[in-house]
């Protein structure tokens, strides 16, 4: 058996993501890079004992690379299942990582899966799955990157149950540092410490933020012998938020 993937409530979010589930509606996650979405949504599978299919959009991926598509394999020409075909027939959870940067056709595509139909039309098959039981879409969404140049239109979000997520408190995101990366909960409260203040200079215009994924990639750097001492900077190009940045502050870094 596949252990549970480690999350740490913060909220309702579990209560409303069960609720959701159970009238089949699908679900929208809402908030910063790095604040536990994508592990929100590992733990939520594996609790509701069910596969997991992950895709990360971007603006190259069409509809047809997640539906499917015609292959050539030794001569004959067979069809391959993609990704969302996969998770409509077997009943799995079909995770949309950062769903805004998804091409047009693959939005449209989605909509009748987001909706009373649960519906996947295969238009090279010529074929309409309905979805399987269990099927379930979760897509993330992260509103305030690259504002103004890719925002969801009200016509997909509207199908949608939103669950904010913002970076947890800081005595609960010390708590998650620590046991995410083994530190010494000390430590990870100095390295949280040194996040929220960084977060608070929106007047920098940073281009990234210190996420709780980045602390715990510090903190994992520092409990595999990289002592913060000897911490140094990750980032090439001069990039605001890295795990050598996160690990300046707790001690000598250079």
């Given at each position: 058996m ?76 067979v069809w ?38 649960r519906q996947?039309?295969?238009?090279r ?24 140049l ?59 933020t ?45």
């Amino acid at each position: 058996m596949i252990a549970t993937p480690y999350y740490r409530e913060v909220g309702d979010e579990i209560r409303t993501f069960c609720a959701a589930d159970q009238v089949g509606s699908p679900i929208l996650l809402k908030g910063p890079t790095g604040c536990g979405k994508s592990r929100f949504v590992e733990a939520m599978a594996a609790r509701l004992r069910r596969p997991l299919v992950t895709v990360a959009c971007n603006d190259e991926t069409s509809a047809h690379d997640l539906v499917g598509r015609w292959l050539v394999k030794g001569g004959d020409t067979v069809w391959q299942d993609g990704p969302v075909t996969r998770a409509v027939r077997t009943g799995a959870v079909l995770y949309l990582d950062e769903v805004a940067e998804a091409r047009e056709d693959v939005i449209v595509v989605l909509h009748p899966l987001a909706d009373h139909r649960r519906q996947l039309h295969v238009d090279r098959l010529d074929l309409t799955l309905t979805a399987a039981p269990g099927f379930l879409l979760v897509a993330s969404f992260n509103p305030g990157y690259r504002r103004g140049l890719r925002e969801l239109k009200p016509s997909t979000r509207q199908r949608f149950v939103a669950i904010d997520f913002d970076y947890p408190g800081e005595a609960v995101e010390a708590e998650i540092v620590a046991a995410e990366s083994g530190i010494e909960p000390a430590m990870a409260r100095r390295l949280v410490a040194v996040a929220i203040k960084i977060r608070k200079l929106e007047e920098l215009g940073l281009a990234e933020t210190v996420s709780t994924r980045l602390l715990v990639a510090a903190g994992k750097l520092i409990a595999a012998g990289a002592a913060s001492t000897r911490c140094r900077r990750a980032d090439r190009g001069g990039r605001a938020a890295t795990a050598g940045s996160a690990c300046r502050g707790t001690s000598r870094c250079g």
